[in-house]
C-alpha cells in the first residue's frame, strides 16, 4: 500500500496570502494524484487530479504542481472560502487507493 | 447537473449489519464506477471499495473483506454498501463517490450517510 504524507497538518495563513501545501508518497506514482478540499459538514470537493489538471469549476488561483513522489499544492490570494482542509490522494496504476492525513488551513 | 444522494443516518448495535444506499442521477450511471469511503469523527479519509455500476464486479480493500458487500439496481441507478457485525470503531461517515474511469479518481460525492456503533 502506497502511503501518503501530508505537511504541515496545519497552516496558518492571513487572507490573501499565498498557501503552500505538501504530499510526499512512499513510492514513485507518476503523476496519478489528486487534491479534494473538504470544509465543516461538507463532503469533499475535487480541486486537482493529474497532479495538475484544475477540476471543472475551479479557480485559477488553485495550482498543483509535481510528480513522481513529491506534489505540491499552492492557493494564491486565499479568500475566505479557501479556509479548509487539504487532502491529496493517489490513485496510480492499482488499489487500493489511499490519502494522506490532511492539511487544516486556518487563518492566522 | 451529477448529482449522489445518499440514505438518512443510522444508529447501529454492535454486531448488527447497516445498509447504505446512494442514489445516482444526471449522467449515464453504468459509465462509471462507485466507490465508497469512510471518515471517522475528526479523522481522514479511508478508501473501503469499489463497485462496477456495469457489471457488479467488486474490489474491497482487505481491511473490510469479509465483512463489506457493495451492489448495484441499474433500474433504480442505485448503489448500496453493506457493512456487517458493526464495531464501535466503525462509527463513521460514509461516502459514496463517482469513480471516473474506474481508476479512483472521484469528482463527485454524496453528502455522506452517518453510522453510529452504540
Known amino acids: 500500500e502506497i502511503v501518503m504524507t501530508q505537511s504541515p497538518a496545519t497552516l496558518s495563513v492571513f487572507p490573501g496570502e499565498s498557501a503552500t501545501l505538501s504530499c510526499r508518497a512512499s513510492q514513485s506514482i507518476g503523476r496519478n494524484l489528486a487534491w479534494y478540499q473538504q470544509k465543516p459538514g461538507q463532503s469533499p470537493r475535487l480541486l486537482i487530479s493529474s497532479a495538475s489538471t484544475r477540476a471543472t469549476g475551479i479557480p485559477a488561483r488553485f495550482s498543483g504542481s509535481g510528480s513522481g513522489t513529491d506534489f505540491t499544492l499552492t492557493i494564491s490570494s486565499l479568500q475566505s472560502e479557501d479556509f479548509a482542509v487539504y487532502y491529496c490522494?493517489?490513485?496510480?496504476?492499482?488499489?487500493?487507493?489511499?490519502f494522506g492525513q490532511g492539511t487544516k488551513v486556518e487563518v492566522k | 447537473q451529477v448529482q449522489l444522494v445518499q440514505s438518512g443516518a443510522e444508529v447501529q448495535q454492535p454486531g448488527a449489519s447497516v445498509k447504505v444506499s446512494c442514489q445516482a442521477s444526471g449522467y449515464s450511471f453504468t459509465h462509471y464506477g462507485i466507490s465508497w469511503l469512510r471518515q471517522a469523527p475528526g479523522q481522514g479519509l479511508e478508501w473501503m471499495g469499489w463497485?462496477?455500476?456495469?457489471?457488479?464486479?467488486?474490489y474491497f480493500t482487505q481491511k473490510f473483506q469479509g465483512r463489506v458487500s457493495m451492489t448495484k439496481d441499474t433500474s433504480t441507478t442505485t448503489a448500496y454498501l453493506e457493512l456487517r457485525n458493526l464495531k464501535f470503531d466503525d462509527t463513521a461517515i460514509f461516502y459514496c463517490?463517482?469513480?471516473?474511469?474506474?481508476?479512483?479518481?472521484?469528482?463527485?460525492w454524496g453528502p455522506g450517510t452517518l453510522v453510529t456503533v452504540s
Open positions: 463517490a463517482r469513480d471516473v474511469g474506474n481508476f479512483g479518481l472521484f469528482d463527485t
Open positions: 490522494q493517489q490513485y496510480n496504476n492499482s488499489p487500493p487507493w489511499t
Open positions: 463497485v462496477s455500476a456495469d457489471t457488479g464486479n467488486t
